[in-house]
Every structure is written in structure tokens, then in C-alpha cells.
């Protein structure tokens, strides 16, 4: 699984750092390490989903 391309080094940045603060939080609502990565993977494909579903709605 790849990681949707980014415009800007910033935008990859800003990307990462919302994934690392959204791996932390799961650790904290007591989560253990592979559950939290599993919730992590599965928001990331979702919001890729969602984004590929907006661009194809301006295309339209």
C-alpha cells in the first residue's frame, strides 16, 4: 500500500505528523501497539478513499 502523492513536501508533512498524533491517541485510549497501527492504517485508506471521491466529483 502506497501513500497518496503529495503536492509539497509541507503537505507530507502536515499528513504525517496527523498520523503519528492519531497513533499516539489510540495509545492512549488504551489501545496496544498493533491494534493502534491497524486503526491508524484503516483511517488513512478511508481518507484516501474519501479524497479520490472528491476528485472525482469536480471532475464531473
Known amino acids: 500500500m502506497g501513500e497518496p502523492h503529495f503536492e509539497s513536501k509541507r503537505e507530507r508533512r502536515i499528513w504525517c505528523r496527523a498520523r503519528r498524533q492519531k497513533y499516539l491517541n489510540y495509545l492512549e ?3 496496544n501497539s498493533t491494534q493502534a497501527a491497524k486503526l491508524v492504517v484503516w483511517a488513512m ?12 466529483a469536480e471532475l464531473v
Open 45 to 56: 485508506l478511508i481518507a484516501m478513499i474519501w479524497k479520490i471521491g472528491f476528485e472525482l
Open 29 to 31: 485510549e488504551g489501545y
